[in-house]
């Protein structure tokens, strides 16, 4: 389903349980749960190395995708810029890798790149969308890596939440809510859907604006709880397979 915006290319939204969105979601649930498992039966040095490979496909992504747009005349400072929840934690997953100290970022990238990530499956909206193939499979493909990485993390490294990194990502998030809402409003962007919501049909957006904000500071809290005690009951035993 295509929705028109004030943009030369619209969003494509694809229906949830739809057959597309059916046999969308199954390809990358199958290929995230195969690199969690082949994870548990490499070593940490190749383990790293897929962790390089990871990396390097969304700073490919974060490189080319805006250059492409540009070249093709459809760069808009409105839409383009990664200020997205999603386009955030794909920043942050792209250098993570290559970070000796990864705590304070891996805090953070756990709760935003995990829910992000599965929001973005469940509720795909593919903003300004060309119809080319790239951008389709960008799509999911960043979506993924953004997921999967703080899982493989915890899986794969013994990495831990720390006490605080609920308080510290709550935080955050609302900090960066006070700078971009002004900033779309500036602009004329809907980053982070703070300006109105996103199009695609989404269960956490309840009302109109502002009232459908202060619902996702309500989730957000309980989203963040759920992922906190669910990394300390050992998210990462569920991978877990004996060679």
Known sequence: ???????????YIIEFMTEEWVRNNLIALISMLS?????????????TYVLYAMGLIL????????????SIGDWNTATDLPLHLCGISGLICAILPFLKRKQILFDFVFYTGIIGGIMSMLTPQMNSYDGSQFAYLEYYVRHSIILVMPIYLLQNYGMELTKKSMMRTFITLNV????????NFYVGGNYMYLAEPPQVENPLVIGEWPYYVLWFEVFMIVLLLLLFYSSKIHLRQIFKFSV
């Open 35 to 47: 690199v969690l498992v082949v994870g548990r039966f490499l070593n940490k040095k190749k383990n």
């Open 176 to 183: 960066l809510l006070a700078i971009i809402m002004p900033f």
């Open 59 to 70: 700073v490919f992504s974060s490189i080319y995708s805006p250059l492409r747009s540009y």
């Open 1 to 11: 389903m295509i929705n028109v915006l004030n943009n030369k290319y619209p969003n």
